[in-house]
């Protein structure tokens, strides 16, 4: 990321033209990046449920699943890495 795209990237943040991005990043400030990836996680895990007797087209469903089972491995990593974390401390 060269300067200007991070100049961008604050403009974005702070002037709320990108709602989301906003959103996640203050979500990110007040939580941590760990506790948010895990709890997407939690989330991923009910919506690819949901997903499989949604009607959406074949396209939808693949790219919601598909995003889900990744969201989800990330999610596991990231609560291994805690784990061995915690236990490394102990």
């Given at each position: 990321?060269?300067a200007?795209?991070r100049?961008?990237f604050?403009n974005?943040?702070?002037?709320?033209?990108?709602?989301?991005?906003?959103?996640?990043h203050?979500?990110v400030?007040r939580?941590?990046?760990?506790a948010l990836?895990?709890?997407l996680?939690?989330?991923?895990?009910?919506l690819?449920e949901?997903?499989?007797?949604?009607?959406?087209t074949?396209?939808?469903?693949?790219?919601?699943i598909?995003?889900?089972?990744?969201?989800?491995h990330?999610?596991?990593?990231m609560?291994?890495e805690?784990?061995?974390?915690?236990?490394?401390e102990?």
């Amino acid at each position: 990321m060269d300067a200007r795209d991070r100049e961008e990237f604050w403009n974005a943040v702070e002037s709320g033209d990108d709602p989301l991005l906003s959103t996640m990043h203050s979500l990110v400030e007040r939580w941590g990046m760990p506790a948010l990836i895990m709890c997407l996680g939690s989330i991923s895990n009910v919506l690819s449920e949901d997903a499989e007797s949604a009607e959406l087209t074949p396209g939808q469903r693949g790219l919601i699943i598909g995003c889900c089972a990744q969201v989800s491995h990330l999610s596991d990593l990231m609560h291994a890495e805690m784990e061995f974390i915690t236990a490394a401390e102990k």
